[in-house]
């Protein structure tokens, strides 16, 4: 994307398209990588599936792509701990409480998938 400056005064406020916004900015193509890697195998599952493949091969399958959706959800998880609610909570202002609590709705949900 290409960053367009503001042109309302608005400088001051973070632009959220930059590529340093989110915590997992420096490890974008390595996560895009990864979650390419797990199409792949999401297609894999579908063929096996149209090729009428032994039920537990296909489940087999699926808990792999399931502990490799788990693991970058993890990573991001850990990024976004590291970079966006750290730097609230640095800047101390009510944002703070907000990622918090936006951290804790992630790991909920994290938790019951």
Known sequence: MSEI????????????DSAAAYGY?????????????????????????DEDKYCIDILTQ???VN???QSVALGLLDEHLGHCVTQAV??????????????SAAI????RS
């Open 62 to 64: 699926v808990s792999a």
């Open 67 to 69: 502990s490799a959706l």
């Open 25 to 49: 900015s420096a490890h974008k193509e390595n996560y895009a990588r990864r979650l390419r890697r797990i199409e792949g195998q999401v297609r894999g599952v579908a063929k096996m599936i």
């Open 5 to 16: 400056p503001p042109t309302d005064g608005a400088a001051d406020v973070p632009d959220t």
């Open 90 to 103: 640095a800047a101390g202002d009510s944002e703070a409480d907000a990622k918090l609590a936006e951290a």
């Open 108 to 111: 909920a949900r994290l938790v």
